[in-house]
C-alpha cells in the first residue's frame, strides 16, 4: 500500500504544477498564526508532515527557525521546494519516506504540523500507527498542528477518498495522549475558486504520556 500511494502522489506532483493542486496556498497562513502563538524558540525542532512543495518552510526559515524537517512520500515535491529555497535548503532536514513507518527520534520534536495528511486514513490501522509516531516522536508538553477537510468538506481529494472531521471528533481521535488547546475552522478558497472547509485543532502531548521506544510498522 505505501508504494502505491507514493507512486499516486509523485504522479500528481510530476503532473501539476504548483497552482494546479487544490491545496496550494501561497503562504499557510492559518497555520502561521497557530505557530506564531506558541512562541517558539529558534532552536526549537520543527517538523511538517505532507509537507511537499507548500512554502511552510520557506515562512519558518524567514522567522529564525533553525531546526526544520519537511516529510513528504513524494520525492519530486521535496525537490521543487528544495530548489525554490536555493542555498536555504542545506538548512531543513529532508525526509522522503511514509509516516507510518518512518524512523523518527523519540520525544524529539516540539512542533508537529501537519495539513491534510491525517484525512487521508480511513481505515483504523494506518489511523492507528499515525497516533503512534506522533506519540513517540513528540516530547512531552510539545505541540501538534492537524487540519484535515471539515465535516462539511470535500469527501475526495486528488483522487482519493477522505475521513472528514468536525473539530470535536478529531480531537477525540488524539485524546488518549493529548490535550486539545485550541481548534478553528478555514474556509480555504482554491485557485479554481472552489471553497474546501478545514476543521483545524491544535494538541498539546500531555507530560505523562508513554514515550514509545520502537518505531511503527504497518
Not at 107 to 131: I, K, N, Q
Not at 183 to 205: C, I, M, N, W
Request: hydrophobic share 45%.
Amino acid at each position: 500500500m505505501s508504494g502505491t500511494r507514493q507512486s499516486h502522489w509523485q504522479s500528481v506532483y510530476a503532473s501539476k504544477s504548483e497552482t494546479q493542486t487544490s491545496w496550494y496556498r501561497p503562504h499557510l497562513d492559518h497555520s502561521l498564526r497557530l505557530v506564531d502563538g506558541l512562541a517558539l524558540p529558534p532552536d526549537a525542532p520543527l517538523i511538517d508532515i505532507g509537507g511537499g512543495r507548500a512554502t511552510l518552510v520557506d515562512d519558518l526559515l524567514a522567522r529564525g527557525y533553525r531546526d526544520v524537517s519537511v516529510l513528504d512520500l513524494a520525492v519530486v515535491a521535496l525537490d521543487a521546494a528544495r530548489q525554490r529555497l536555493g542555498a536555504d535548503a542545506a538548512q531543513v532536514r529532508w525526509l522522503c519516506a511514509n509516516i507510518l513507518d518512518v524512523d523518527l527520534p523519540a520525544a524529539h520534536y516540539a512542533l508537529w504540523h501537519d495539513r491534510a495528511v491525517f484525512h487521508f486514513l480511513t481505515e483504523p490501522a494506518p489511523r492507528a500507527a499515525y497516533l503512534a509516531q506522533i506519540t513517540r516522536a513528540l516530547r512531552p508538553g510539545g505541540h501538534a498542528i492537524i487540519a484535515t477537510f471539515a465535516a462539511d468538506g470535500p469527501a475526495r481529494c486528488s483522487g482519493l477518498p477522505v475521513q472528514r472531521y468536525a473539530a470535536e471528533a478529531l480531537a477525540a481521535c488524539f485524546a488518549a495522549h493529548f490535550e486539545c488547546v485550541g481548534d478553528s475552522r478555514e474556509e480555504h478558497r482554491t485557485a479554481a475558486g472552489a471553497v474546501q472547509p478545514f476543521t483545524y485543532v491544535l494538541l498539546r502531548k500531555r507530560s505523562d504520556a508513554p514515550v514509545i521506544s520502537e518505531s511503527v510498522s504497518c
